[in-house]
């Protein structure tokens, strides 16, 4: 496992720990971050850490045209309220994500120096919210990162009522022409969506296209 000091660098992904873990340290710059995504690599820690750096395998990504949606998913699309904007608010988005409770889990990742970066990554055009909304409140979101590769790095997602983010997810992917939807690391909910494991390899090809 390397330390990372200011050079803007990764080592090879085929160094990472068994975990996935391939460096420690460094910064969040835009150029880090932008160098990581490209590389297959992503920040995930927590404020009683140094910033860790993870390239994981087998890595979990969702192809487009394998997306789920449950006929109970489909009525939830055709019959509910919920409004579903892009990037119309993306530093509330984020926002939400650090403060959702999530089981299992007494803090977050998303700390305050994660959300001024992306919200930096944002203005660049790098990062791209969405945002799901009910009688005009945010209820729920998701934000990633788009390198303009045709991979979208999906980041985090919150919901304040039943099915919002997944309304949001489903709309998002259905409406845009993402050749592959990068989910990290593996969660049941994702994988009732259609996510699936992949080898490192086989997604960082993905990034070279």
Same mark, same amino acid.
């Given at each position: ?29 835009t150029?880090?971050?932008?160098l ?30 394998? =997306?789920?949606?449950? &006929? /109970?998913?489909?009525?939830v699309?055709? %019959? ?8 119309? +608010?993306?530093?509330?988005?984020i926002?939400?994500c650090a ?8 803090g977050?990742?998303?700390?305050n120096d994660?959300i ?7 203005? =660049?055009?790098?990062? &791209? /919210? ?5 009688? %005009?409140?945010?209820v729920?979101?998701l934000?990633?990162? +788009?390198?303009n590769?045709g ?10 009522v ?19 939807i ?11 969506l259609?996510a699936?494991?992949v080898?490192?390899?086989?997604f960082?090809e993905?990034?070279?296209?």
């Open positions: 496992m390397q330390y990372l000091t200011e050079k803007i660098w990764f080592p090879d992904v085929d160094n990472a720990s068994a975990e996935g873990i391939i460096a420690v340290g460094g910064d969040l710059s150029e880090r971050l932008l990581a995504y490209k590389s297959g690599i992503f920040p995930w820690f927590d404020d009683s850490n140094p910033i860790l750096w993870w390239s994981p395998d087998p890595r979990f990504v969702l192809y487009p045209q394998k =997306l789920k949606v449950s &006929k /109970s998913m489909r009525q699309l055709r %019959n509910s309220d919920f409004k579903v904007t892009v990037n119309q +608010d993306f530093r509330a988005v926002t939400q403060l959702v409770k999530r089981n299992g889990q007494d977050t990742w998303v700390t994660m001024e970066a992306y919200v930096k990554l944002h203005e =660049l055009g790098f990062a &791209k /919210s969405i945002e799901v909304w009910q009688n %005009n409140e945010l729920g979101g934000y990633g990162v +788009d390198l590769n991979v979208f790095c999906g980041e985090s997602m919150f919901a304040k039943s099915n919002a983010s997944k309304v949001g997810f489903i709309s998002f992917i259905q409406n845009t022409n993402y050749k592959l990068d989910c990290q690391v593996y969660t049941n909910h994702l994988e009732s259609g699936e494991e080898s490192r390899d086989t960082l993905f990034l070279k296209e």
